[in-house]
């Protein structure tokens, strides 16, 4: 049998450590843990529709999430970031790894350089690179990509740990 004709439940990923809404809902079987004891699990292709999902508040007001798919090991995300208006990051802050923003809907400005998304608008702000304050001039939604891990440290904005993963 050849690979385009296998069975879906055959069609299944390395062992690896994913979560978020994709990620948990692909996951197949229970998981294992490796050799530094994090647990890995196999996966299925997955399609979801992000209506249905939940926003999730951070807890920073006005700042709400829907973790599509989170690499557990590396802290790689795709997420849907929702900022109301008026909201925004306080204060300027840089990130671990590169962030890839697409605006989906709304206007959302970084103050000391004067860039704003709107819709269709991609940016991206490489690793290590200070930016920031921000702020949501309207309900404002953001595709949002990190390669790596959100922040170096948590952010004073942040109450929880949680949050800025």
Known sequence: MSDDQRPADENLSAPAAYS???GDSGR???PVADASGVALARFREIMLQVDDLDWIDKTLAGL?????????RT???IAL???AAGSGIPSRHAHASNQFMFCLEGRYSYLPSGITLEKG???WNPEGSAHGPTLAHEDTVLLEVYDGPHYPTQPEWY???DDAN
């Open 75 to 77: 802290g790689a995300s």
């Open 64 to 72: 709400s999430q829907k973790m599509l798919w989170r690499n557990d």
């Open 20 to 22: 978020g809404a994709a």
């Open 28 to 30: 197949v079987g229970d």
């Open 81 to 83: 970031v929702r900022f």
């Open 121 to 123: 608008s991609f940016y």
């Open 159 to 161: 109450s929880s740990p």
